[in-house]
């Protein structure tokens, strides 16, 4: 158990609906990365937060947002789903930001769009 | 920009055969890490390189740093079955990983 907790861990909707994916950090992490991987692919970086503030962005789309709370759990929110939408998003947190810690990933939502 | 790639992208071995991943960085990183996601799981991480040159050894697994900064390697030395999985290496404060490489292990 890495101590990250995501959920849903399954989520099944239609083309056009809107989710949220949540994410809560282990204890003490103050920094959360999203990534989405689709089948058989690699990880892309979508957003990584730290302390409550976005610190960096990748290839996020438009349609998707993201937001870390205060008290440090983080939502990734997904608009106008379309079927190439249909991956595994995993959340990452870390101490600090940064390439000195280890980052810790949950087990993934899994989202299916029909 | 920097581009990371990592190769192979597969690679199918006879159990107790070796194996070696390579991270190769179009510029200098100031460190790498690498990470194991088994089939169905999530990434886990291995090992964090800091020092140029740097070499470190984790039972059958041997990381190292290239000289420059700019490669990586992850050499498993007689592999099992349970070291099925996708290594990805890590760079930049991003956390954004390489592409990965699946390794399958025929028993």
């Known amino acids: 158990d890495s101590g990250v907790t995501q959920t849903p861990k399954h989520l099944i909707t239609a083309t056009g609906q809107r989710v949220t994916l949540r994410c809560s950090p282990r204890?003490?992490?103050?920094?959360v990365y999203w990534y989405q991987q689709s089948l058989d692919q690699g990880l892309q970086f979508l957003i990584q937060?730290?302390?409550?503030?976005?610190?960096a962005k990748g290839n996020i789309l438009e349609r998707f947002s993201a937001q870390q709370f205060p008290d440090l759990h983080s939502e990734l929110n997904l608009s106008s789903l379309e079927l190439g939408d249909s991956a595994l998003y995993f959340c990452a947190s870390s101490v600090e930001p940064g390439m000195n810690t280890e980052a810790f990933f949950g087990q993934g939502t899994r989202l299916t769009v029909v | 920009g920097q581009q990371v790639m990592q190769i192979p992208q597969y690679q199918h071995v006879q159990e107790g055969e070796d194996f070696t991943t390579y991270c190769n960085s179009s510029t200098t990183l100031s460190n790498i890490q690498w990470y194991k996601q088994r089939p169905g799981g999530h990434p886990v991480f291995l090992i964090q390189l800091v020092k140029s040159g740097e070499v470190k050894k984790q039972k059958r697994l041997t990381f190292q740093f290239g000289e420059a900064k700019k490669n990586s390697s992850l050499h498993i030395t007689a592999t099992q079955t349970t070291d099925v999985g996708t290594y990805f290496c890590?760079?930049?404060?991003?956390?954004?990983f390489g592409t990965g490489t699946r390794l399958q292990v025929f028993p």
């Open positions: 204890s003490g992490d103050l920094s």
């Open positions: 890590s760079y930049t404060d991003k956390l954004i």
């Open positions: 937060y730290y302390n409550g503030e976005e610190r």
